[in-house]
């Protein structure tokens, strides 16, 4: 399939357009950027600033799929984001991961990324995600650690029989970004990660362009056989595997807790606990220890 663009320079935001466009029976296939978004939102209608320097695109998806399917839309085009940043930045494909159910996430950055990090603050370009980023090691009274820093952030909706899917990237770090309390979601910046030639404007559309041609080769494959050809894929790059998360719901009460192991072909997160049972996980945050 190819994806149809429309580009603009501001925007309340894409997921608005793309609803619009779903509500006047436009037909899958369109694909909607901003520059700028004046009322962006991610999961939970979370809000977030959507200043230049952000890629923010939507996609209008019409898949005639079983209902049990489409919890993994959501971890396809995270696959989808992480083949694009690996296509412009290969050195990076090593460090990109997926991070269930849908953020993007660089491993391991260098210190001096900790430091800027720490001295901005969570102001992502892309949106608060469903996972906390870290907790404290036990009896660890230092500020949390940060085993990794949030790329990219995906939102799924439903809308009158259809998807909308937004997703936002951190290309280039915008310089008035507000900050928020320590333990949040530590964003980076392609530009930060050695894509940073050519103005931002050309950036931009050279990531959301590498994301239409990366998810107009997968997302075919996933309506004929769902998610099950790209699991191995998925698990070779989480950011979870092998670790030991709490899961909580948003009061903060624990659904959950264990060692991740993989994703299942239906999209749920397994963990094995303590006591060697697999639990499956649909939803709630999740806390790494």
Request: charged share 20%; net charge negative; aromatic share 6%.
């Amino acid at each position: 399939m190819q994806f149809r663009v429309q580009s603009f320079e501001t925007v309340t935001s894409t997921n608005d357009l793309i609803k619009r466009a779903i509500e006047e029976g436009e037909p899958e296939g369109l694909a909607v950027r901003g520059l700028r978004q004046t009322a962006g939102y991610g999961r939970q209608g979370r809000a977030w600033e959507s200043p230049i320097g952000g890629m923010y695109q939507s996609f209008l998806l019409r898949p005639e799929v079983p209902p049990a399917q489409l919890p993994t839309l959501s971890l396809l085009v995270g696959l989808a984001v992480r083949r694009a940043v690996a296509v412009l930045v290969p050195e990076l494909e090593d460090r990109v991961q997926v991070k269930w159910p849908n953020d993007i996430v660089v491993a391991e950055a260098p210190a001096s990324l900790d430091e800027a990090a720490s001295a901005v603050g969570e102001g992502s370009a892309c949106g608060e995600g469903s996972l906390a980023l870290c907790d404290a090691a036990p009896g660890d009274d230092s500020r949390p650690r940060h085993p990794f820093h949030k790329l990219c952030g995906i939102s799924t909706e439903m809308h009158a029989r259809a998807l909308c899917v937004g997703v936002g990237v951190n290309v280039a770090r915008p310089a008035d970004i507000a900050s928020v309390p320590a333990g949040k979601n530590i964003p980076v910046y392609l530009d930060e990660l050695g894509f940073c030639e050519g103005p931002v404007e050309d950036r931009i559309n050279a990531v959301a362009d590498a994301l239409c041609d990366q998810l107009a080769i997968v997302y075919p494959l996933w309506c004929e056989q769902g998610f099950e050809p790209f699991q191995a894929e998925f698990d070779a790059c989480s950011a979870l595997s092998g670790r030991f998360v709490r899961m909580e719901d948003l009061s903060g009460n624990v659904l959950a807790a264990g060692m991740v192991t993989r994703v299942a072909p239906d999209g749920r997160l397994v963990l094995r606990t303590p006591e060697g049972a697999e639990v499956f996980a649909s939803s709630g945050e999740a806390h790494i220890r």
